[in-house]
């Protein structure tokens, strides 16, 4: 009976782990909630630790004081940092020009040859600029307006903040693949 029940239990929760790891996209788009899904990039030939040690690379080359930046290691398996993005984002109003720092949390999984991407927002903030919000009123700066429409700021500062974390997955993806070869063959334009 015990056995039925972890089961039938097993069999109800399997699907919505499931659907939760899969909810991937090829690049991140920022929504309301932040970055809700997940980017998975294949790195053929490339083991776990291959990819886990290039990221360390990565990150030792890329992030500031990246040692104070991890904030959680697992061996060839999960590293994530918290990154810092200093004037991440520039807006110009009546030409004025407004700058928030971007604080966000990127990680990442190995698995298979695979590194599949997650980032979560910190904070965006300015001490000389409005306040910043993921949804606001008129008043404030925001990714999205609270009615649901986009004005031409929260554009702008969409597509500023998709740029950033879209940016991560290349610059990783550059080192990683830093030393794949080129064929004898192959010609350029």
Same mark, same amino acid.
């Given at each position: ?6 089961? &039938? ?6 699907p919505g782990i499931k659907a939760q ?8 788009? +920022? ?8 980017? &998975? ?21 890329? &992030? ?36 928030? *720092? ?9 698995? *298979? ?33 609270? *009615? ?9 500062s969409q597509e500023q903040i998709n ?8 610059? +990783? ?15 350029? *334009?």
């Amino acid at each position: 009976m015990k056995r039925t029940v972890i089961a &039938i239990m097993f069999m109800i929760i399997s699907p919505g782990i499931k659907a939760q790891i899969t909810n991937t996209a090829d690049s991140f788009k +920022v929504t309301p909630e932040g970055f809700t899904q997940s980017v &998975i990039r294949e790195y053929p030939e490339k083991s776990d630790d291959e990819l886990f040690q290039s990221v360390i690379m990565w990150a030792k080359f890329t &992030i500031d004081n990246y040692e104070e930046a991890i904030t959680r290691n697992i061996a060839n398996q999960y590293l994530e940092f918290r990154m810092f993005v200093p004037q991440g984002i520039a807006l110009k109003d009546n030409g004025e020009v407004y700058q928030w *720092d971007v604080m966000m949390d990127v990680a990442f999984r190995f698995k *298979d040859g695979k590194i599949r991407y997650d980032i979560g927002l910190v904070e965006v903030s300015s001490p000389e600029a409005p306040a910043f919000a993921f949804v606001a009123p008129p008043e404030q700066w925001s990714f999205f307006d609270s *009615d649901g429409k986009t004005r031409e700021f929260n554009q702008k500062s969409q597509e500023q903040i998709n740029t950033i974390a879209n940016n991560i997955i290349r610059s +990783v993806s550059a080192y990683v693949n830093r030393d794949a070869k080129i064929p004898d063959d192959a010609t350029t *334009d």
